[in-house]
């Protein structure tokens, strides 16, 4: 079982020795990993560590989602205008 309080997209990158991830529920949120594995660790505790930051800042903070997915795919191509 991933135990997170929030959703988590990990994100394929350019390197294949590094994906990155985010948070779409936890502004603010994001870190880079060598695996998918490495990616649900950091997220695990990073989760955590980012919610008290924003706790001691004051700042609003979401409640944990109840049913949290976790999402791996290629990292998203930024079009140029």
Do not use: Q
């Not at 991830?21 to 990616?39: A, R, T």
């Not at 997915?69 to 930024?78: A, F, G, P, Q, Y």
């Amino acid at each position: 079982m991933i135990d997170l309080r929030y959703s988590l997209i990990i994100e394929a990158t350019d390197d294949p020795g590094f994906f990155g991830f985010y948070s779409p529920e936890l502004e603010g949120f994001s870190g880079v990993g060598h695996s998918v594995e490495d990616c649900l660790y950091k997220a695990k505790w990073g989760m955590e560590e980012h919610v008290e930051v924003m706790i001691s800042r004051k700042l609003p903070v979401p409640p944990p989602n109840p049913d949290p997915t976790v999402v791996v795919r290629n990292e998203r191509t930024r079009k140029a205008a």
